[in-house]
């Protein structure tokens, strides 16, 4: 397929940083708008239509199709449909066109899929399978432990700096989507092990040298997510957990017990960092689904 036009990349990269200043996107979502657009203006360029400046409806249309064609999950489609109504939004607004070709493109309706969780059981079966007697096992066990303790995301615990830990007070701080900053509280267990981490491990693995982040690698260097995401997958085998593991297990494990415990719902979307209620309540779903199950299995007439 042949390269999208000059003009196109030229306008693609103002929207971006439109939407970096007004909006402080994460560089991973700006990332998934310019996938989504830089696709569009190929193949526009490819079929000879119009640039993304003058696309028409029926050729945003004729790219959904081809793409659905090609075997285009529903999400992608939606996520691709929004990145258009987006873009096409930023351009009207800045008097570079009269109407919004997307403005009556539906996207496919999807079904809110529930997050894979683990039970206690298992939480602690995974929490255990560190080995704490070498120094790279003591650090997995209190970022492990932290994860569970605060339901932070893996990216905001990989860039976590040790500055946002206050572990005399038993809280940390964190910078979340947008820039949204939230206090967490940690939990004895949790702090347990970062005070272990952080008086044995840490020094260890930084031989003398520093960093601003809390959790260091055997190079002295910051964890990627990806790398943390390996470590779990193998800590997850050690302890024989077999169903399937996201990144954010913890994360999912960390509400759904709250909520199975009695916690508020209010209260979960600020420790979680939401800025939407809407997105906290599915775990209502998680919580719901596990009665149910539990009524089924010890009630007579279940």
Known sequence: MKAGRPADNRLLERFLDALWMERGLSAHTLAAYRADL?????????????????????????????????????????????????????????????????????????????????????????????????????????????????????????????????LRQGVVQVSGKGGKERIVPLGEEAAHWLQR????????????????????????????????WHLIKGHARRAGITRPLSPHTLRHAFATHLLNHGADLR????????SDLSTTQIYTHVARERLKALHAAHHPRG
Do not use: C, K
């Open 38 to 166: 830089q696709g569009l203006a190929r193949w526009l360029a490819g079929e000879g239509r119009p640039g993304l400046a003058e696309a028409r409806r029926t050729d945003l249309l004729a790219y959904l199709a081809r793409r659905v064609a090609g075997g285009a999950s529903p999400r992608s489609s939606a996520r691709l449909v929004s990145s258009l109504r987006r873009f096409y939004q930023y351009l009207v607004r800045e008097g570079l066109r009269e109407e919004d070709p997307s403005a009556r493109i539906e996207a496919p309706r999807l079904g809110r899929p529930l997050p894979h969780s683990l039970t206690e059981a298992e939480v602690e079966a995974l929490l255990d399978a560190p080995d704490v007697a070498s120094t790279l096992g003591l650090r997995d066990r209190a970022m492990l432990e932290l994860l569970y303790a605060t339901g932070l995301r893996v990216s905001e615990l990989v860039a976590l700096p040790l500055t946002r830990l206050n």
């Open 267 to 274: 209260v979960l979307q600020l420790l979680l960092g939401h």
């Open 197 to 228: 981490y952080l008086d044995e491990a840490r020094p260890a693995l930084l031989r003398g040298r520093s960093s601003e982040v809390l959790f260091v690698t055997a190079r002295g260097g910051g964890m990627t997510r990806q790398g943390f």
